[in-house]
């Protein structure tokens, strides 16, 4: 019988995140500028970032050292197991072989605090006293809450109003761990009353949560601003998930064939990916897709420019697929992927067809998360059901042309936090939106020109 959960034992752990940048075919457009228009430098986004953060923001080394600190405080829940999803292949009648890597294994049940930790470190180090964070689903500003905790930060959460109303219990989980949590659109941020004087009933966005968190932290000497996900130096963090993932499939006897990975900001996709980017390029024959919703398809519907990344444009511009930076998402449950850009790296990729991305309605995601909690136990994060839905398609496809590949996909989260959307599915009261194309039109139309 072969063994369906593949361990890493500690020692094995990487000691290094993997840097794409060196390595990717073609660079990545230099971060705008939003007042002048000129590519960033790093005292530009000094206010708001640590130096340490700032460097691997930019670097061209292609392994950057894992601190023995983190790695004694990954060990919390790293490695991760790989996981053979056998009784969801049973239940497909596929040939295929399916397997998981469950970043559910955190405190905060995603792999959002691999990044947490490694920002608050930093953070730490330079004797910064709080940190200040948006958080869409809720999975990110309670990693941040978990990582100032050790770290004896402060941690202030922007919590998307959407989300802040749909999972009190994510509120809970961040206060726990001493994080102080508001509904955004606050009252506290010009970038929030502004938001309210249009709209007293905004339903937020992580673009207008950035705005606030990015204000607060410019507005206050001792504190800076953490992301979860879109910039390079997150990527970084997270590719220690598909660093182990590689080890685990050698031990298992396995390639890859499909790699697959839901996309919100990037940075769970892009850490699982990425490292597998050398093999793609040499030519081995390996699909790697992003999934996101079809309310929200900023892949799939969205053109490849830059833009900023909030509302309240203080962020540096980015080039990426974006859906324009005032779109404000229409309020489907996966919280998580509700942003109007994707991560650079991800963003150059997909554009170079490297990577590729597709984007499902939420019945049909929650149609596989079911599928996927009955067979193998677990409940997913409506984010990681776009992933899993893919997978299971995937699958299907293979019964029907008979081929036996390798399917591997990010398992991002557990949703027990998120039962409220599956009693919603249960009852038969989740509505499909796809966007419609004059709602992209009208968001792209105020898409900054920028000619480098
Ligand atoms: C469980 C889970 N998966 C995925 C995501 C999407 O983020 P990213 O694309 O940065 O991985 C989120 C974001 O909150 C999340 O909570």
Request: hydrophobic share 40%.
């Amino acid at each position: 019988m072969e063994e369906v959960k593949i361990y890493l034992s500690e020692k094995e752990m990487p000691r290094e995140w993997y840097n794409v940048l060196p390595d990717l075919p073609e660079p990545l457009s230099p971060p705008i500028h939003p007042g002048t228009g000129k590519p960033v430098g790093p005292e530009d986004l000094a206010p708001i970032f640590p130096m340490e953060l700032i460097k691997q923001e930019v670097s061209q080394e292609r392994w950057i050292g894992i601190p023995d600190e983190l790695i004694d405080i990954y060990k919390m829940w790293r490695p991760s197991p790989l996981q053979r999803a056998i009784h969801l292949e049973r239940f497909l009648k596929t040939p295929a072989r399916i397997y998981f890597k469950n970043e559910s294994v955190s405190a905060a049940g995603s792999h959002k605090p691999n990044t947490a930790v490694a920002q608050a470190y930093y953070n730490k180090k330079a004797g910064v006293k709080r940190l200040a964070t948006e958080t869409g689903a809720g999975q990110w500003g309670s990693a941040l809450s978990f990582a100032c905790n050790l770290f004896g930060l402060e941690c202030t959460v922007y919590m998307v109003k959407v989300s802040y109303e749909q999972k009190p219990y994510r509120k809970f989980l961040m206060q726990t761990w001493g994080g102080k949590v508001y509904s955004s659109p606050t009252n506290l941020t010009n970038a929030g009353k502004a938001v309210l004087k249009k709209d007293p009933n905004s339903p937020g966005s992580l673009g207008i949560a950035i705005s606030e968190a990015v204000e607060d932290a410019a507005a206050h000497e001792d504190t800076k601003y953490a992301l979860g996900s879109v910039l390079n130096h997150v990527v970084l963090h997270q590719t220690i998930v598909g660093l182990e993932t590689q080890k685990q499939l050698k031990i298992a006897g396995e390639q890859a064939d499909i790699l697959i990975g839901c996309v919100g900001g990037g940075s769970n996709f892009g850490g699982f990916a990425v490292p597998f980017l050398s093999e793609k390029l040499k030519g081995r024959d390996i699909k790697i897709i992003g999934v996101e919703p079809t309310s929200c398809p900023t892949l799939t519907k969205g053109p490849f420019r830059y833009d900023f990344g909030d509302i309240a444009k203080m962020t540096p511009l980015l080039m990426m697929y974006t859906l324009g930076h005032s779109f404000v998402p229409p309020a489907i449950h996966a919280g998580g992927l509700r942003y109007h850009g994707a991560a650079p790296i991800v963003s150059n990729l997909v554009n170079q067809k490297i990577f590729e991305a597709v984007a499902y309605p939420q019945n049909s995601v929650f149609e596989a998360a079911i599928m996927f909690a009955k067979t193998e136990g677990i409940i997913p994060a409506p984010e990681t059901a776009h992933a899993i839905r893919c997978a299971i398609d995937e699958a299907i496809k293979c019964r029907e042309t008979k081929e036996e590949k390798c399917i591997v996909f990010n398992f991002s989260g557990h949703g027990h936090f998120d039962m409220v959307s599956y009693d919603k599915y249960l009852s038969g009261k989740l509505e499909d939106y796809v966007l419609p194309e004059d709602k992209i039109k009208e968001a792209l139309s105020e898409l900054p020109d920028i000619k480098i």
